[in-house]
């Protein structure tokens, strides 16, 4: 997505980040906090009269993960994109690139968590052969490898698909030179505690 004033409000015009994080590590650090916050009983969440992220979030559509509750942010603190297993199509590679250029994001977290439906889905697809209905296909042809990179390692096999889907997204993103100017992580939610933790 090519920086176009015509086409989109430009940093300056949504408001700079007066209150955000200043360095990539700050910003990190921010989420990390929230969620200490949000895991143990005591978030603290309010309006904003601008959008000001400092951090984009690719995250699962599923309903319990919601990232400005499980970082414990403001509303228009995080520029949040979510498919369902993080899956990464041309609108999604676009949104996160508006939000690295246009708005100047410097973090972007890729966020997986267990539990994961399309994960499942993936999993049920490798193990049977069954047919996935109509669109849900797209999403086990994104998922299906780091199934099967992990299909032979002990122990649970969903959460280390989780695990490993997130970190080949985060690597997808790390390596295309549109985000050069960001920090990308990858992370993984555990809805029953509520902790995220950082991948490798």
Known sequence: MASNPRAFPTATAVGAPAAAPASTSAALDELLAGNRRYATGRARRGRVPAQRPFAVVLDCVDSRVLPELVFDQDLGALLCIRTAGQVLDEAVLASIQYGVTELRVPLVVVLGHEGCGAVAATLGRLRTGAPVPGH??????????AARRTGALPGDWAAHTVRAHAVWVRDAIRADSAFAGAAVVAARLDPDSGLVTLLP
């Open 136 to 145: 849900l296909e797209l999403l086990v042809e994104e998922i299906a490898p």
